[in-house]
């Protein structure tokens, strides 16, 4: 096994990769390297329109390699991977990184997963983000993320068309930061990839997410079939019978009313049929003594 690079030989490195066009991946992860040495890297980033990856995972750039990092991405034009994992960049660094990626146009795939982040850094990035139209790749797994994260994130998804794949594993979200992403799904047609494994997020909400995520066709397809019906179609669920009607005259909104004589509940929203188709598919005994009570329900998810 090799030594590892120092400081010193990143500036040896920069020097030969100024004038570099032949290159394009450069790769120093697991070395010495420290906020000095990625100074001299980011300047080579500023002046050189070849390199296209760049991997600095486990070196020792901390908040201030990653502000040199960060400030090379605002002026450069070609790299379009770039892995900082285990760094130690804390929420300064993250708060940088986040406003380089305002004004970046060309990065696809950011790592930033075993540093401190933490929700505060998370916020930064996730602002930034809502002006990049080219990042599609983001992870922030192991970075002591908890719910607020979540939020900040679940606002990205809104808001950015871009992003496909987010990482979040190995986190303290909990099933409170769960349904943020379950909201911001039923809205965001883009993101492909959500990993939230080994966090604090319950069976229930884990599959709840799986369905906002796959745009499960099990919600659509009982969707489509409900419009079919002019009568009612009655559900059994718990030795009460539930009837969804549609209008007849209305079909931009299916309808559902309890088949009770003294409870009934109608104009109902897309949305929150949406929440009650949801709602049966997850519970297999769903509790519902009242409609009002169902629709209380649906204010949590």
Known sequence: MGRRLTDKDAVTLARALEKNTTYSNILLCFNSISSNGAKEIARVLEVNNTITALDLGCNHLKDLGAEYIAQSLKVNHSLTFLDLYGNNIGTKGAMLLGEALRFNRSLKILYLYSNFITDEGTKYIADGLCHNTSLTTLNLSINHLKDSSAESLSRLLRCNNSLTDLDLCNNDITDEGAKFFIDALRRNETLKKLDLKCNQIGKVAFKRLE??????????????????????????????????????????????????NKLSKSDITEETFQMFLEFLYFEEEPDLTTVDQFCDICLLY
């Open 211 to 260: 369905v906002a995520l796959k745009k499960t066709p099990f919600i659509q397809d009982l969707k489509k079939l409900l419009r079919q019906y002019t009568s009612p179609l009655t559900v059994l669920i718990g030795g009460r019978e539930y009837s969804y009607y549609k209008w007849i005259t209305d079909t931009r909104c299916p309808h559902f009313s309890v088949n009770t």
